[in-house]
């Protein structure tokens, strides 16, 4: 009988999903703790809540809401719907109705966490990516939403960016709310639809965006987005009002008085800011970058924003009558710290191990006892997991950027002297046990 072939699995990753090294993730941990030393100093709280709400919890809020895994990934267990989460916010919101009577308010959060995003994948934008959030729960004051823009700036600037290299872009969603009423607009899928097209602007510029406000756009691969079905009269008039350069709602004028306040400059009005989701109702805001960004092949690429948030007083109420107005902002970590790798070197400190290379299994007793030597003075050390050739045991030393390897065979443990190898110079010493631990602190 002949043999069925069996076939190996892809070694290739879903589209929107990467492995992430070492030097990327310490770029992130460095970021995580200027944020926590931030939300520590402004007296927020932190908060974790899970990665899986149910459906009906987190679904209405989606990009797209056919059926529901639309824009999320879910799966059914027994009668109900469960999904990844999308965003941090309507996991906030379930958790504040909740957990209403307990919380003070304002109820002042913050979380990082994963979310995931069942849709099309682009440079720098992930189908899975951790995000960080911050949120006031229980406020109309706009000094909140104020706050929000100057605590986020002061993260971006302590993570090594300088002022003329970002810039919060603000609106409000009242100014659209004005624009639905002065094109006679009330269908809200309509208005949706709008507010979905009209957040790509940074992406696909106005050629693009009207495409989607029209009859639809179909993108490079061929895939067809429906449109909004406005007629070219309305769209003009969109693109119109949403070019204008001055704020004339109530709201934006007090926030850039509290802006004045602070201090605080790094801002521009852009009406043209919107954010996709269907929950905001006020204060809109956009953190963008003003740097170029390249793809791996070195390509500058349309980036898009890194972040953003803002008001959304409504939210909470789905799930009950809880007077809960709210203020929020977030950003996308790993699309930061890919922006930020190309705009600066990073020196972090992540000390690489000293290997202790290992002649003979019979001696391990003696490579464990300078192992523990090193290990008790802070020195990152290890031994050499197996028996194996010397070059086998340096070409490892030499991979994982090892400063130095010790040494010990027959002969040095005879002596009482192991010899020390600087994997930097090349210089080899023979030293006194004792004398390690100083040698080796002079190499890293």
């Known amino acids: 009988m002949k043999k069925e072939k069996m076939s190996k699995p892809s070694k290739d990753l879903p589209l929107g999903f990467v492995d992430r090294q070492e030097k990327e993730l310490l770029v992130r941990d460095f970021i995580i703790s200027n944020i926590k030393e931030v939300m520590i100093r402004y007296g927020f709280q932190y908060l974790e809540t899970p990665s899986f709400e149910y459906s009906d919890s987190i679904g209405k809020y989606l990009p797209d809401k056919e059926r529901p895994d639309e824009g999320v990934f879910s799966f059914k267990d027994e009668k109900k719907w469960l999904s990844l989460r999308y965003d941090l916010t309507a996991p906030l919101a379930r958790y504040v109705a909740k957990n209403f009577l307990e919380i003070p308010k304002p109820f002042k959060r913050y979380q990082l966490g994963t979310v995931w995003r069942n849709e099309k994948p682009g440079p720098g934008r992930f189908r899975e990516f951790l995000q960080f959030d911050a949120d006031y729960v229980g406020t109309k004051s706009l000094q909140a939403d104020a706050e929000l823009c100057v605590m986020i700036s002061e993260i971006l600037e302590k993570s090594g960016l300088s002022k003329s290299e970002y810039v919060v872009k603000i609106s409000s969603r009242k100014i659209t709310e004005e624009l639905f009423k002065k094109i006679n607009l009330n269908n809200n899928q309509q208005k949706l639809t709008i507010l979905r097209a009209l957040d790509k602007i940074d992406r696909l510029g106005w050629s693009g965006v009207k495409e989607l406000l029209g009859e639809g756009r179909k ?59 269907e929950y905001y109702t006020g204060a809109i805001f956009e953190v963008n970058l003003k740097f170029d960004i390249k793809n791996s092949k070195g390509q500058i690429i349309q980036f898009g924003s890194i972040g953003g948030g803002g008001r959304y007083d409504n939210l909470v109420n789905n799930f009950g009558n809880y007077n809960a107005p709210a203020t929020g902002i977030s950003i996308g970590l790993d699309r930061l710290v890919y922006a930020l790798m190309q705009k600066k070197e990073f020196n972090l400190n992540q000390s690489k191990p000293v290997v202790i290379c290992v002649f003979d299994k019979n001696l391990m007793r003696e490579y464990i006892k300078i192992l523990s030597l090193l290990r008790k003075s802070a020195i990152n050390a290890e031994i050499y997991p197996e028996e194996n050739k010397l070059k086998k045991q340096m070409e490892y030393a030499d991979k994982i950027k090892s400063p130095a390897v010790i040494l010990y065979g027959e002969n040095e443990i005879k002596s009482g002297k192991p010899t020390l190898k600087n994997l930097n110079t090349g210089e080899e010493k023979s030293i006194e046990i004792e004398e390690l631990v100083n040698e080796i602190k002079k190499i890293i």
Do not use: H, M, Q, W
């Open 219 to 277: 993108d490079k691969s061929g895939d067809f987005t429906k449109g909004a079905n406005l007629s070219t009269k309305n769209i003009e008039i969109i693109e119109n009002e949403l070019k204008k350069k001055s704020p004339e709602t109530d709201d934006l004028k007090d926030i850039f008085k509290l802006f004045k306040d602070y201090d605080f400059n790094n801002f521009e009005f852009d009406p043209s800011v919107i954010r996709g989701l």
